[in-house]
């Protein structure tokens, strides 16, 4: 389904409309997540441009995360995000430095309910529009660590709407690729401090006023769209995150 | 004053040595942070090597950190990290959301004794060895904001030792370029939660026990070594850090 580029639109180079073109091969699905796409002799001969073209497109695709190159074995579209990533900010008591063990996950509740005016902003829908919002408790060996509130547009994830939690797995990522076709490509915490109330402090077997860390996660789709907002509060005490400057 | 590569090491490929040959005349000062280093053409002639073999060694550089490509201009030494980095951590009130300004520094205590075995062994001394070890206080319009320790080794930051700290400046990185010739290139920063102490309380106006973000922290000079340890302390309510995945 390749096409040439005869259409010069003024304002936008070659490779730009390339990079566009190939970006939008990518969302309607053509080449999954994780697979490799052709070899970059093979496009340039489909939409007759010089190699240097293909490449400059390519480069272009690759900053914006959609693609992967890999030396020596092709260039990948992005597999997405490790939906186990939330674990990073924390090290809880028990588990050695390092571990990468994926929490037990628990939906508490999951509701309908209208949009509000960030959220509709924040996910580009008409105010009052609905999004699912699910309660998550994430757990190590019984151990409740991670509370979470998530919000997820409708339409786009009705599929979950329509679901028994109870056969869900304990990472989301995968399942909302699986399910819902959105792959999550890139997320942005803002990390802070706060106590947990009542019901969160019941929730995660602590005191009232207990210290949290607070994430305010947003989470973007292959097309740059923010399709998840989600708080995550974990006691302080298990806080422990490296940053890295060079 | 470059050299002919012509005695082989075995183990060691034609541009990893010749990485190491152009990383012995940056750290030997040849060429100053910031500068440019000659073109690859001339590198290769002066070498007599191929530009490939210039090109891996140089990318050797750039991924260590070393050399930094800027598109069209060359490629230059590192200039060292920013030191108002610590900044980045935190949203002190009164502030706009990304104000990049520089606190006021004031060196509360600068005073010289025995390395502990933890620093003998992360500086690479003898234990018992000489570190300058310094109280700072960091303030934002007069309103105090962070407190570190900072524990430099000697004798590399002996003319430190030897001034007045009164007419020290507000950023240290540069003042350690300045006058002890070290160059910061890296820094690794460990947040984790706590709680102030009386005389920490003090320092920074705010009641003991209130939470504070420690920062710990290990910067790396050019060479790869640890030039700095340092632990900050800042109040947790300004807490505020934004961490992206893709």
Redesign the interface.
Known sequence: MSTLLTDHTPGQSRYGKLAQALRDRILQGEWAPGEVIPAESTLAQNYGVALGTIRQALSLLVED?VLQRRHGKGTFVTKG??GA?MMR?FRFRGLDDGASITPHSHILSSRLRAASVREAQVFSMTQGAQVLQLERLRSLDTEPCLLETIVLPLPLFGALADSDSHGWDDLLYPMYQERCGVVI?????????SQLNATQAKRLKLAVSH?C?LVERQAFDIAGRCVELRTTRGD??S????????
């Open positions: 995360g995000v490790d990533s900010f490509q890139k997320t942005q915490d803002t990390l802070s401090f210290p860390v302080a005490y806080f422990k995150y490296t940053a890295q400057v060079q």
